[in-house]
């Protein structure tokens, strides 16, 4: 493993010496690059000392032959090229803003612009700088690039005597975090993986429809994640106002039923089937053609049942990995047990939404893994595409598990 470990400048820099620490005790070869505000905080020499590698400093070498200049001028696109994942901890709110909006004046943010593999960001500063709209719209263009992993600070005491999040989160995480995408990579190569997302729309009339408050936002963390991952990916997506995961083949569908249609059209192509989709569990079966006039009468709708794309699938999968999801307000864990054995699931994915702060139109989630095996993993609040990726790493293992088996 070849790691190129970015730190940036905040009193959080110290830290980074452990981290490269503990990626070389995790078997990675570190080589490292400090902006010029990093070091105000620590020497290159501590990381020099500690990787047995040279410290990369500035964009372009000074006071050097004219030779060691032109070297100096393409260095970055050698550490971009030489290394498998680009970590930087601590990562600056003036760094997320370099990285988000492309712009390239030292080493670092060059560098970034020019890497294609994975990226992992540890951000680290002030509370209130965390809680700035600005921080924050950086942060979610980060998020839904793809291959990218933000390392989430965690709150407490702050060196500026604030409290609250901010603090760089502990070096061993960061570096399990790095490790763990880096043995990710492309372990679903060969998979075909459909995906169903968002919310379906029932038309009342012309103009009217029922839903609900589904963003898509899970399953389009999922098709990213898994394409990061080598799979070819179909995603079925209902109404959303999200870009599409790039690299993914989409379906848009409207109602249920076209969504149910596209599933079982692309079910044949699949190895492995998640639906995450919230689809409306009732539709009017004759729409009127034209719009119904508001009276001061009463009205009754006669509502029909949509299809079960779930049930029908776990009756014709053959051996694909079958993953559902339970969104409830109460009494999850029985709902999830309950559809994992009636629909045929190998897992199903089980979350509260009636939590404020997750779930439905959310960036963040969290859910409960329940497996067919028994099996029950809690994870805990994090970024949906954090938590795709770790209902991935379940389907590894449960892909991993048939093939013994067979």
């Known amino acids: 493993m070849r790691i190129l470990l970015g730190v940036g400048g905040g009193i959080a820099a110290y830290k980074a010496a452990q981290l490269a620490r503990a990626l070389m005790e995790r078997g990675a070869a570190v080589e490292t690059v400090m902006t010029r505000s990093a070091r105000e905080f620590i020497q290159p020499l501590t990381f020099a000392s500690l990787t047995g590698n040279k410290v990369i400093t500035d964009l372009f070498a000074s006071g050097s032959s004219d030779q060691d200049t032109l070297s100096s001028a393409i260095e970055h696109i050698r550490a971009a090229r030489d290394n498998e994942l680009l970590l930087v901890a601590p990562c600056t709110a003036d760094l997320l803003a370099k990285f988000a909006h492309g712009l390239a004046d030292d080493f670092l ?22 809680n700035h709209p600005a921080v924050q719209a950086n942060l979610a263009t980060l998020r839904q690039r793809a291959g990218h992993i933000i390392v989430d600070p965690d709150a407490g005491y702050l060196a500026c005597g604030m409290t609250g999040p901010g603090r760089l989160a502990d070096p061993k995480h960061i570096a399990d975090v790095a490790v763990q995408a880096l043995r990710r990579r492309e372990d679903l190569t060969g998979e075909t993986v459909l995906i169903s997302a968002g919310p379906t729309q029932e ?23 898994a394409r990061a991952r080598g799979a070819r990916v179909i995603l079925v997506s209902g109404p959303v106002h999200l870009p ?31 639906k995450s989709a919230a689809v409306a569990d009732y539709h009017v ?21 949509t299809p079960d794309i779930l049930a029908e699938c776990g009756r014709i999968k053959g051996d694909r990995i079958l993953i559902g999801f339970a969104a409830e307000t109460q009494n999850m864990m029985q709902e999830a047990r309950r559809k994992m054995e009636v629909k045929n699931c190998d897992m199903v994915v089980g979350n509260l939404v009636s939590q404020e702060g997750i779930g439905f139109e959310s960036d963040n989630n969290a859910v409960t893994l329940i497996l067919r095996s028994g099996e029950v993993e809690k994870i805990a609040e994090a970024p949906k595409r954090e938590i795709a990726d770790r209902i991935l790493d ?5 892909r991993l598990a048939a093939a013994v088996h067979e």
């Open 203 to 225: 038309p009342l009339d012309p103009v009217r429809f029922i839903s609900n408050r589904s963003s898509g936002k899970m399953g389009y963390a999922l098709a990213d994640a």
């Open 285 to 305: 079966a004759n729409v009127p053609a034209q719009k119904v006039k508001k009276t001061a009468a009463k009205v009754s709708i006669d509502l029909d049942p």
């Open 394 to 398: 379940q389907i590894t293992k449960l």
């Open 244 to 274: 599409p995961p790039a690299g993914v083949e989409m379906v848009r569908v409207r109602t249920a039923v076209e969504m149910r249609d596209a599933i079982i059209g692309r079910l044949p192509e699949s190895t492995i089937i998640i």
């Open 109 to 130: 943010s060059t560098t970034y612009l020019a890497f294609t593999g994975k990226v992992v960001l540890a951000p680290a500063m002030n509370v209130n700088m965390w």
